[in-house]
């Protein structure tokens, strides 16, 4: 399996060619402490014949003194090149290696398990194409394992591989490997991973790493060697946007200005139109120079200096692009960031911000959610502690241009910097969509499909109100969290289904599970999650059902617009009253105190206003009003208002 072949007799110049043609295929192995990542990458070097005699001698001896194998051979010890980390039998730094097989050249970062090192796993990370995890097949899925799930589909590692370690010690059970494998898929169903394989092996002992194992013949499936050679990396990379960022404007001597950089994306052509940002001047690319002369294009990732037709102002930190084709521009953005330092990330805080080849100052100006990696849910957050990842609107004080990071690893990435100590916090991944500052609120906002001819309704209002013997209506209950308004809410529909009316309840909190689970909890998401609602009250209301909505809507402004947006004569607002130590006493889910704690920012009645509103339809007192009372004022309520008779 190693690279030895007859041409380095014969032939070395050939041998050296084919060598430097080779793809090469960078991976990770992260996971959980103790999974076996360190072992397993030794067993690939041993097995494939990557170590020197002398190296290997030194291990054998190592591994009598510092080995977790009982004084034979142990291969962990290849990558665990700190003291502490042999000391300890664990990872603490990310270590690179690199080998090459006939078919490929290969770079392995062996990222660390333990929780405190996780910055260290994503630093590895940020260049993979491939992601190994492995699991001990012993203990399964733990958090750890979720932790660096999540970070590697948020990195956009498209090829992840589940490795299923230490089979062995399970006596080589394929139920055992089955049950971790269904437990992996499930949880990678809420996670962006499109490219997923599984690998029962036990390294310590090679099964299955570079040799098929005699111990699983229920297993069908590539070797891990086998499968690194083949998996298919060619498209991955964005060869259509062009990003140069210029990084070293080359002045050698007054005949010559060159501009260095490294290709983030796409393809420089010699005599293509190119435009620098964010002066916006065009010209066109004179030469592409490289160490071994000059070439008429480049891709990335090169390292290229190119020469342009005219002398237009382009320095450090400016990007060429095709005129064309321009990334966006702009000095916010949302991001998700990964936090790395003891320190917490605080709103407003200044942080120099790294991003290609621009540096500029810049703050978290809001942080919407932090995301719990084991069950991917996204909680309120005043600030991100260490290894807390969440999102993040970011404000810098000059506009960057930059990508999606789905789109654009190169450009749509950032590092955070502490202005103190000059150290690493954050890594930040940007998301490829608008701030809610780039543009007006989106009650604002005038419809984008005005071209496209509507169809009429062949269904008058008249007829659905005859058919269903009642006026279509949209009741919004508001009020303080646990003042009782979904509990009414569902209590109302019952009772409205039992009497053959047709209705419907939307909840803001069930659509926050689906259609707005992209928005959190500052005042303008709420505002949207509300506008979204009112939307489909309206639709419903337009196929003549009753519509029961029930939102915290603390705003009276907002929840005005709400009323224009579904219509004045078919819109009735309710206030679903109760002190708020009621609401605390019905809190099961500790929603107050935690936000008592400053760990639930933006909460009504707590740490945010709730406007009462002035012009209430009707006051549902639930401190001293029993459920079926306020259903019974409800239904009298819509009689009184002609909606349906009795």
């Not at 509507?454 to 005859?466: M, P």
Request: with cysteine.
């Amino acid at each position: 399996m190693s690279h030895t072949s007859d041409l380095i007799a014969t032939d070395i110049d050939e041998y050296l060619a084919r060598h430097e043609r080779k793809e090469l295929l960078r991976f990770i192995t992260c996971g959980s402490v103790d999974d076996g990542k360190s072992t397993l990458i030794g067993r690939l070097l041993y097995d494939s014949k990557m170590i020197y005699e002398d190296h290997l001698k030194k291990l054998e001896q190592d591994s009598v003194k510092h080995g977790t194998t009982g004084g034979r051979f142990d291969p962990a010890l290849l990558t665990d090149g700190l003291r502490e980390e042999r000391e300890q039998g664990i990872t603490i730094d990310v270590a690179y290696r690199y080998f090459s097989t006939a078919a490929r050249k290969f770079i392995i970062a062996d990222t660390p398990g333990h929780e405190q090192y996780t910055r260290n796993m994503a630093t590895g990370a940020s260049t993979a194409d491939l992601a190994i995890i492995l699991i001990d097949a012993r203990h399964g899925v733990l958090t750890q394992t979720r932790r660096h799930s999540f970070i590697v589909s948020l990195l956009g590692i498209k090829h992840v591989l589940v490795a299923i370690n230490k089979m062995d010690l399970v006596d080589y059970r394929e139920d055992v490997f089955d049950a971790i494998r269904a437990e992996c898929m499930d949880f990678a169903t809420r996670l962006d991973v499109p490219d997923l394989h599984f690998i029962p092996i036990a390294a310590l002992h090679g099964d299955n790493v570079v040799d098929r194992s005699a111990n699983m013949a229920w297993y069908q499936g590539p070797t891990l060697m086998g499968f690194l050679e083949t998996v298919y990396i060619g498209s991955d990379r964005n060869l259509e946007d062009l990003r140069f960022p210029v990084q070293y404007v080359n002045r050698p001597n007054l005949d010559f200005r060159g501009y260095c950089g490294t290709i983030a994306s796409g393809i420089l052509r010699k005599g293509e139109t190119i435009m620098a940002l964010p002066s916006r001047k065009t010209t066109r690319i004179r030469s592409i120079v490289t160490f071994d002369g000059e070439r008429d294009e480049a891709f990335a990732p090169q390292a290229v200096t190119v020469t342009l037709d005219d002398e237009i102002d382009v320095s450090r930190g400016d990007m060429l692009v095709r005129p064309g084709n321009v990334p966006r521009i702009s000095d916010q953005f949302e991001s998700i960031v990964i936090w790395m330092a003891e320190s917490p990330m605080v709103p407003g805080r200044q942080y120099v911000f790294k991003h290609t080849t621009r540096t500029v100052t810049g703050t978290a100006s809001a942080i919407r959610y932090r995301v719990d990696v084991n069950t991917l849910h996204r909680q309120d957050a005043p600030a991100l502690g260490l290894n807390e990842i969440g999102r993040c609107r970011i404000s810098v004080n000059q506009p960057i241009a930059y990508d999606g990071y789905r789109r654009n690893r190169g450009t749509g990435a950032f590092i955070i910097i502490d202005r103190i100590t000059n150290g690493t916090v954050g890594a930040g991944m940007i998301l490829d969509r608008a701030t809610e500052q780039e543009g007006r609120p989106a009650w604002d906002e005038e419809p984008r499909g005005d071209e496209t001819p509507s169809i009429a309704n062949r269904v008058a209002a008249d007829e659905r109100a005859g058919r269903y013997a009642q006026r279509p209506a949209t009741i919004l209950l508001t009020g303080l969290t646990g003042a009782g308004k979904s509990t009414i809410a569902y209590a109302l529909e019952r009772r409205l289904f039992d009497a053959g009316r047709t209705c419907a309840v939307v909840c803001g909190k069930s659509l926050r599970r689906g259609l707005s689970k992209d928005l959190g909890y500052s005042s303008s998401e709420r505002s949207e999650n509300l506008r979204r609602g009112a939307e489909i009250a309206r639709m419903l209301n337009d196929a003549g059902l009753i519509c029961i909505a029930a939102f915290v809507a603390p705003e009276d402004d907002v929840r005005g617009k709400a009323r224009t947006a579904i219509g004045e004569d078919r819109f009735l607002l309710v206030h679903v009253d109760a002190p708020i130590e009621t609401c605390r006493e019905r809190d099961e889910a500790g929603l107050y105190r935690r936000a008592d704690e400053g760990l639930i920012a933006h909460f009504p009645g707590v740490s945010a206003p709730y406007e009462r509103p002035a012009n209430a339809d009707m006051v549902l007192d639930t401190d001293r009003m029993p459920v079926e009372e306020c259903v019974d004022r409800l239904i009298r309520l819509l009689v009184e208002r002609g909606f349906f008779a009795e």
